[in-house]
């Protein structure tokens, strides 16, 4: 017979942003599926995620931009829905208020189940609060797709001479390769380890499959020294990736350049992945 699960519970009221769970882990109890209603009034953006389960957005007022890919743009208008796969790296903007869809999320959305490229703020804090926990560590072990960044120099000369590309504290580190699946923490690690080395650097894209394929696997662990200076003090909560071997420049199938501010030190930001 029907059943009443629950009702409507607001998750999220923050900056022009309100989420009301319909079903899901806080409305129903349910973990199968969560779906909400989602009202924008005024211009905005999320940061980028990967999520951890497949979302449709069914636009009901209003419209969307879907950022994805290399630079693309999906423009989402109202009465259409579009799906998101699981893993896939996107970011929705809202070019106008007065916008609100309807996300539904299989299995149910979770704090621990989206990455969100940005340190954690009021939302997240509150998501988790309703969650009942609070994340000691993010899912990024979760996500395919990783990167690493180097000097344009080192990297062009693994290409040149086709040989895999070793980072020069490999060996101090204990014997792998620093990675993130979360690109942008790159811009907080170049600035923490990289300020006064010179010329040009790059981001490598390339896959946890690619590697395996090669022969090379990846461990995920906590965030560790490059050569002898010490991670961030508020890295406690990454996942690392640490690639144990080195780059083969097969593997790598997109480089995105570094850019710096005009004395060359400080890092901005990386072309075509965090600054779109």
């Known amino acids: 017979m029907p059943t009443i699960l629950g009702s409507s519970t607001t998750v999220v009221d923050h900056e022009g942003l309100q989420i009301n769970e319909l079903a899901g882990n806080v409305a129903t109890s349910e ?10 009034s005024e211009p905005s953006s999320e940061p980028w995620l990967t999520l951890d389960y497949d979302e449709w957005m069914c636009v009901l007022k209003g419209r969307m931009v879907l950022l994805h890919g290399d630079g693309l743009e999906l423009e989402v208008k109202t009465g259409q829905t579009v799906f998101i796969a699981r893993g ?19 299995p149910a959305f979770r704090p621990d189940r989206c990455v969100r490229e940005e340190e954690e703020g009021e939302v997240m804090q509150g998501l988790a609060k309703l969650h009942g926990k609070k994340r000691k560590r993010d899912n990024a072990a979760k996500l395919d797709t990783l990167f690493h960044m180097t000097t344009a120099a080192r990297w062009e000369e693994a290409k040149r001479t086709n040989s ?10 204990g014997g792998f390769t620093h990675a993130t699946a979360v690109p ?3 811009i907080t690690t170049a600035n923490h380890f990289y300020q006064e080395s010179k010329g040009d650097w790059v981001c490598l894209r390339f ?5 395996r394929k090669s022969g090379i696997v990846v461990c995920d662990e906590e965030a560790k020294p490059v050569g002898d200076t010490a991670v961030g003090d508020d ?22 350049p570094m850019k710096r501010d005009a004395d060359g030190k400080a890092f901005l930001g990386i072309t075509g992945l965090t600054d779109i």
């Open 235 to 256: 890295w406690n909560e990454w996942v690392c990736p640490h690639v144990l071997g080195g780059i083969p420049p097969a593997v790598v199938d997109k480089e995105f």
């Open 31 to 40: 973990d199968r599926i969560s779906i909400a209603l989602v009202k924008v």
């Open 164 to 173: 895999a590309y070793f980072p020069p504290t490999f060996d101090v580190d």
């Open 207 to 211: 896959s946890r499959a690619a590697l």
């Open 184 to 186: 942008s923490r790159l």
């Open 88 to 106: 896939e790296r996107f970011r929705p903007t809202f070019p106008e208020g007065g916008t609100e869809y309807v996300p539904v999320c299989l």
